[in-house]
């Protein structure tokens, strides 16, 4: 059974820092491109970030890029995303996934087989 667990979520200030966590069980881990996404009350799913298998590979909405940071550790089956100086705007539930793409990178949402449950971040401006 495929399992992916999010944690870090919570309410910071803007200009804050949080660092999410998603741990993965049921897959080989280190086959899989992982991916971070979010949803904000009443918007569609929207792409965040990805890591290639071995992460010398990464991809940010241009949104984020240069402010959240995507990394994993496979020996831990655990993918991160630091996020630094935090906006009202990027208040959602943040969502970790997995995907058997045959690119280094994906941000195509259908390319995602397996999703977590979400971690709600809530920024306060």
């Known amino acids: 059974q495929v399992q992916l667990v999010e944690s870090g979520g919570g309410l910071v200030q803007a200009g804050g820092s949080l660092r999410l966590s998603c741990v993965v069980s049921?897959?080989?881990?280190?086959?899989?491109?992982m991916g971070w996404f979010r949803q904000a009350p009443g918007k569609e799913r929207e792409f965040v970030a990805t890591i290639s298998w071995v992460g010398t590979g990464t991809e940010y909405a241009d949104s984020v890029k240069g402010r959240f940071t995507i990394s994993r550790d496979n020996a831990k089956n655990t993918v991160y995303l630091q996020m630094n100086s935090l906006k009202a705007e990027d208040t959602a539930d943040y969502y970790c996934?997995?995907?058997?793409?045959?690119?280094?990178?994906?941000?195509?949402?259908?390319?995602?087989?397996?999703w977590g449950q979400g971690t709600q971040v809530t920024v306060s401006s």
């Open positions: 996934a997995a995907s058997k793409s045959s690119f280094n990178t994906e941000t195509r949402l259908p390319s995602y087989a397996y």
């Open positions: 049921g897959l080989t881990f280190s086959t899989y491109v």
